[in-house]
């Protein structure tokens, strides 16, 4: 079975600083992998994915990820946060149409 | 394009009553996905679909069925709803050829 972990439930960050989001996955085959955020009260938005190509994806907002088969991992980047980027951030991969999602990570942007 | 869209948005039950969320996409998607919400568990896969007619289980099915008559609807029934499916459900239709999952606001359930 498929599983992701996120480390740390709660990231805090100040505004400008890095944000790094981490994400590790287990899987027998490369997976498709993604990340969402979740605003309060509303769905998920895809921010990106990768299936295959390039390892270091680009997405929404200044968001970029980095797969690295080796190391099972596609940890989430930005350099520089903002206070919009407040939210719940989710991994997930898919495998044969069915979709692992990780436990989230709450990014919290201090002035 | 609607997109993808839930109801009801909020439900309450007594334990041992069914009902049904509906769930209904207007992008022509084949594959449609019916999630439930946690805290600190993340989304888990209830069933999905990847066709009208064809459905199957995901992580968490027990006390759910599902039917895909349409491609448009993905109706999910809890058949005697316990406290612990009271969650927040999520509805996600994904595109055949870029894998991008499009996800319904959301039907915030409580069974008491």
């Known amino acids: 079975a498929q599983s992701v972990t996120q480390l740390g439930s709660h990231v805090s960050v100040s505004e400008g600083a890095l944000v790094l989001l981490r994400c590790n996955y287990s899987?027998?085959?490369?997976?498709?992998l993604f990340w969402y955020v979740q605003y309060p009260n509303q769905g998920l938005q895809l921010l990106l994915k990768y299936t295959t190509g390039a390892t270091l994806v680009k997405g929404i907002n200044g968001f970029e990820a980095e797969f690295k088969k080796s190391e099972t991992s596609f940890h989430l980047t930005k350099p520089s946060a903002h206070m919009s980027d407040a939210a719940e951030y989710f991994c997930?991969?898919?495998?044969?149409?069915?979709?692992?999602f990780g436990s989230g990570t709450k990014l919290n942007v201090k002035p | 394009n609607a997109g993808v869209t839930q109801t009801p948005k909020f439900q309450v039950l007594k334990t041992g009553q069914s009902m049904t969320l509906q769930c209904a996409q207007d992008m022509n998607h084949e594959y449609m996905s019916w999630y439930r919400q946690d805290p600190g568990m993340g989304l888990r896969l209830i069933h999905y679909?990847?066709?009208?007619?064809?459905?199957d289980q995901g992580e968490v099915p027990n006390g759910y069925n599902v039917s895909r008559s349409t491609t448009e609807d993905f109706p999910l029934r809890l058949l005697s709803a316990a406290p612990s499916q009271t969650s927040v459900y999520f509805c996600?239709?994904?595109?055949?050829?870029?894998?991008?999952?499009?996800f319904g606001p959301g039907t915030r359930l409580t069974v008491t």
């Open positions: 997930a991969v898919d495998n044969f149409n069915k979709f692992y």
């Open positions: 679909s990847v066709g009208a007619g064809i459905t």
């Open positions: 899987s027998s085959v490369p997976p498709y």
């Open positions: 996600a239709s994904t595109t055949g050829d870029t894998y991008e999952q499009y």
